[in-house]
């Protein structure tokens, strides 16, 4: 019978793979290099949003049409918990990156309105490339 893996298929840049494997891989005991990238690369974004927010909605709709990263996209009403408005009511959009590798949410610096999909992508890539090397130190 053929082991499962836990892992999902993501789209890595060569070059980004390249660096994570380096400081990653030797600490794992998989054999498959894929599944080993799979698994620590695979991620969960979280926007905090409220309804009629026009920048909340324009980062949603650009995060959606990124296709070079797997990710699931968690979007929380801030108006639904009152820890969550009091925290974020003249902050928002607000979104952390959570890699399966690290549970702590890491907070994505602001993203301009004017960003294009391809900023946001190397941004994410970059969070996420930074937060492997810090868990692999």
């Excluded at 801030?78 to 952390?96: G, K, N, S």
């Excluded at 890491?106 to 937060?131: C, G, T």
Aim: glycine share 2%.
């Amino acid at each position: 019978m053929q082991e499962r893996s836990p892992c999902r298929k993501i789209a890595l840049p060569a070059k980004i793979a390249a660096n994570v494997a380096s400081f990653l891989l030797p600490a794992c005991r998989w054999n498959n290099v894929t599944a080993k990238l799979n698994f620590i690369l695979t991620m969960k974004l979280i926007l905090f949003s409220k309804p009629g927010c026009h920048l909340c909605e324009g980062l949603q709709e650009k995060l959606e049409q990124i296709q070079s990263l797997q990710f699931d996209l968690e979007v929380r009403d801030i108006t639904t918990r009152d820890d969550w408005f009091q925290a974020y009511q003249y902050e928002i959009p607000v979104l952390y990156l959570v890699a399966s590798s690290d549970p702590t949410p890491v907070l994505v610096p602001r993203i301009s309105p004017r960003a294009s999909i391809e900023q946001i992508d190397r941004l994410l890539q970059k969070i996420l490339l930074q937060s492997s090397k810090n868990k692999a130190e």
